[in-house]
């Protein structure tokens, strides 16, 4: 399983090596334009290369499960952001390269004066800086999440489609039909992904709906949201893993929001999410009444012991929220009657706040599981842990004999706990492999 | 740890097509 999964994930690098390197190999291919100086040729393959990385953020973001299978959807997203970063540094040094070897390129800044071929270049390459800039400081400048994901596409689109325009205006290496029909493909390949992204998916999607039964108020300002599947029968995902929720508007306005599966696996009848109330949509949850129509994109996600049967014990590290997540592995395996030692360590803020606080208490009589809360406002005469989730308290609950792949480790919550938990884990010595984390700021 | 695949990922990649587009410069250069 392993094996086959890295085997893959060596696979779609070299296929997304191929793809970025395809423009240099065309040029190449038969005969070939005049040849120039080094450093304007050098200038030339970067911005090429960097306008092929460009329309492959498509695809990663088209959420092809084939491609993040190996991976986990998290690692792919990541991917996304800091690929886009040397992106962003190729196609910069495209220009600068000729503006520093050849200073009277300088002018082709004019957009006033500059040639249509300088103007498509120059523009799409603002477009890729805003495109990133809103995305790097979206919440500093207090940029709505709907809001941010309509530009990011239209400026996505814009650069790509202005980089496009500009190779073709230049078109110092369109000299031959063979050429100039690689590029056709190039370019029809990428349109076919837009249309894919943008219509057969939403399309796909709309012909699976789902239905609202019922929304339950938990412990925690949170909203457990139960669906059921219209005319199709459901979706089978792992436990752990996440969907793509489309409510108040069809799959085609692209104003979806990603939430963990919190229901068995055991049961695809039956669907649920437990959401927190946190932000414009998630507020809106508990205003949702049965008989609604929504739509689910998934599941994704490598967060999961299924990626991991073979371990002798799990330890469950929860913030809050993040319990979500873990609530779908316990019940799954509270649902198959796995007997193997499970640990929750789960991190709130006070007793009346810890979400499914119960139904957590009851699955210690159908789970060999211990559960370790960790409040930091403990009420008067709390015995258990206080404070937040340290070094210290990890040491404690964290299995201390161990083999590689023998104990796997599931963190979620909010982003300060996980990153000290996880600095946590390296130091008291956990192999990397052995702990997985599930990042709901993704986007 | 996973944003850390990802980290050396894209590293990995960068440098290689700089890499190939230096060797591409070359070829292709007078």
């Known amino acids: 399983m392993h094996r086959k999964k890295t085997l893959q994930g060596v696979f779609w690098i070299l296929v997304y090596l191929l793809l970025t390197l395809a423009p240099l190999a065309i040029i190449l291919a038969g005969p070939r334009p005049e040849g120039r100086e080094l450093w304007r040729e050098f200038s030339v393959a970067l911005g090429f290369v960097g306008l092929a990385m460009m329309a492959l953020q498509f695809v990663l973001t088209a959420r092809f499960k084939t491609i993040k299978s190996p991976y986990g ?18 196609i910069l040094a495209h220009p600068l390269l000729l503006f520093i070897f050849a200073p009277q390129t300088l002018r082709l800044l004019n957009i006033f004066t500059a040639p249509w071929r300088a103007r498509a270049g120059v523009t799409a390459l603002v477009a890729l800086a805003v495109l990133i800039a809103i995305s790097i400081w979206r919440k500093q400048i207090k940029l709505e999440y709907n809001r941010w994901r309509v530009w990011h596409g239209l400026l996505a689109i814009a650069a790509v489609t202005l980089a496009m325009m500009h190779i073709l205006l230049v078109g110092h290496y369109m000299n ?169 360590i789960y991190g709130n803020r006070d007793w009346e706040s810890v979400t499914f606080r119960e139904e957590i208490e009851a699955f210690q009589s159908r789970l060999n599981l211990k559960v370790v809360h960790v409040l930091e406002n403990p009420p008067e005469g709390w015995k258990g842990e206080s404070g937040l989730i340290t070094y210290e308290l990890l040491e404690r609950y964290v299995p201390s004999e161990r083999n590689r792949n023998d104990c796997e480790i599931f963190i979620c919550g909010p982003k300060p706990m996980m990153d000290a938990v996880e600095t946590a884990l390296s130091r008291l010595g956990v192999y990397m492999g052995d702990y997985h984390s599930e990042r709901f700021d993704l986007v | 740890m996973r944003q850390r ?5 894209t590293i990995l990649i960068g440098v290689i097509t700089v890499i190939f587009s230096f060797i591409f410069a070359v070829l292709q250069s007078r």
């Open chain 1, 176 to 344: 031959t039909p063979l050429k100039q029909a690689l590029w056709l493909g190039y370019g029809l390949f990428w349109v076919f992904l837009l249309l894919y992204v943008r219509l057969i998916k939403p399309f796909l999607l709309q012909r699976k709906p789902y239905e609202v039964v019922k929304t339950v108020q938990e412990r925690g300002d949170s909203w457990t949201l139960v669906l059921k599947p219209i005319g199709h029968p459901g979706m089978s995902f792992m436990p752990g893993q996440f969907a793509w929720l489309t409510a108040w508007a069809s799959p085609f306005s692209d104003q979806e929001h990603p939430f963990s599966f919190s229901s068995s696996a055991a049961c695809t009848e039956q669907l649920s999410f437990t959401i927190k109330e946190r932000g414009d949509f998630t507020r809106k949850i508990k205003e949702m009444s049965p008989g609604q129509r929504v739509y689910l994109d998934g599941p994704f996600g490598a967060f999961s012991v299924d990626r991991h049967p073979h371990a002798n014990q799990y330890v469950f590290i929860a913030g809050g929220i993040g319990i979500s997540p873990m609530m779908s592995m316990l019940r799954t395996l509270a649902d198959r009657q796995d007997q193997r030692p499970l640990t929750l």
């Open chain 2, 5 to 9: 695949i990802s980290t050396w990922l």
């Open chain 1, 73 to 90: 959807a998290d690692v792919v997203y990541y991917f996304h952001r800091q690929i886009s970063l040397v992106t962003f540094a190729l």
